[in-house]
């Protein structure tokens, strides 16, 4: 029975500690504007100024999206040509299903298992776009955002993501030269993170999708690195809203059907989602535990004579104590 109790207590123990470690970057993460990598207004030239031709270009020019096949739904075609009409020179890549699996298992041989595993095809469209960021490099843009200028000023960065409110930082729009240490780093921390959080939210999130890359983002601030290693932060105005934005979101798109309306509610609320997430999985923990303790009281109850014990005193049982008392005497 006693060792039954450590067992379990370890176990719980193991999971607090992973709740708190989740929850203490978490909370890092809200107090973290980013602001020290921020692509400043100032910086960027405006749409068609001859400034832009002055700045170093270090991201290639390719763009890729994803999507199941070849056939883009209506409401998201004219978000796609929106970009490519304005980017005639670069190279465009639509990476289906199939061409990501083919592509993962060519180059990297070693995710496919994970890449495979996925138990939601939005994994592996959240970790597809890694990928072809670290190998191509170029930038990354959802099916749902739509170009709003050329995105030339945005390649003069090494590497570059776009800052969420209220907190985190997104995966719907990347930019990066091909093998930048943050994108290392992304790609390296998939397998870790494929975990199943019994909540598909929750797992989609935190697994690939913008809570797992905020927090690869949090931890890769710790570190000290060059101007070349930084991750640059795409401010919300410069995203979308404004004559200078690069992006819109299509009208239209994102509101099409129920499930798009819910994805969307949630893209926008998935803190809030994510700590009521975690603190679901500490009350089921807290219910378990005293289910637990009732099952052990039962048990004492029916062994006469011995009266209910408190918690340490279950766990270190007494009786090792008189030894050490013995044994110091
Ligand atoms: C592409 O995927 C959609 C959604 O699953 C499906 O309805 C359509 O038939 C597919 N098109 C082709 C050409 O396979």
């Known amino acids: 029975m006693r060792k039954g109790t450590i067992v379990f207590l370890v176990v719980n123990f193991c999971i607090i500690g992973l709740l708190v470690n989740a929850f203490s970057t978490l909370i890092g993460l809200l107090f973290e504007d980013g602001a020290a990598d921020a692509i400043t207004r100032a910086e960027i030239p405006a749409p068609g100024s001859d400034l832009i031709e ?78 072809v ?39 719907d729009a990347m930019g990066s030269i091909p093998q930048h240490p943050f994108f290392n780093t992304v790609i390296d921390s998939l397998a870790g ?54 992006f819109n979101i299509v009208k239209g798109s994102s509101w099409h059907g129920k499930d798009a309306q819910t994805i969307f509610w949630m893209g926008k609320h998935w803190l809030l989602l994510t700590v009521s997430g975690f603190a679901i999985a500490g009350v089921v923990g807290a219910c378990l535990w005293s289910l637990w303790n009732m099952w052990v009281m039962k048990g004492k109850r029916s062994s006469p004579g011995r009266k209910r014990m408190g918690l340490w005193r279950r766990i270190s049982g007494g009786k090792e104590r008189y030894e050490l008392l013995d044994r110091m005497a």
């Open 133 to 171: 960021l670290h190998f191509y490099g170029g930038i990354y843009i959802d099916l749902d955002d739509g170009c709003n200028r050329r995105l030339d000023p945005l390649l003069s960065y090494p590497a570059w993501v776009r800052r969420t409110v209220p907190t985190g930082i997104s995966n």
């Open 54 to 131: 002055n700045r170093t270009q270090m991201i290639p020019k390719i763009i890729h999206q994803t999507y199941i096949n070849a056939s883009i739904p209506a409401q998201w075609k004219p978000g796609q040509q929106s970009c490519i009409d304005l980017h005639d020179d670069y190279e465009y890549k639509l990476w289906t299903d199939d061409k990501s699996r083919e592509f993962i298992e060519a180059e990297y041989p070693w995710f496919l298992t994970t890449f495979d595993s996925y138990p939601f095809p939005i994994q592996r469209a959240d970790a597809i776009r890694y990928f």
């Open 193 to 246: 993170y494929n975990r199943n959080w019994f909540m598909p939210y929750i797992t989609v999130m935190y697994s690939t999708g913008p809570l797992f890359l905020s927090v690869i983002w949090k931890e890769y601030l710790r570190v000290d690195r060059p101007p070349m290693e930084h991750v640059r932060i795409l401010m919300p105005d410069e995203y979308k809203g404004f004559a200078w934005s690069f």
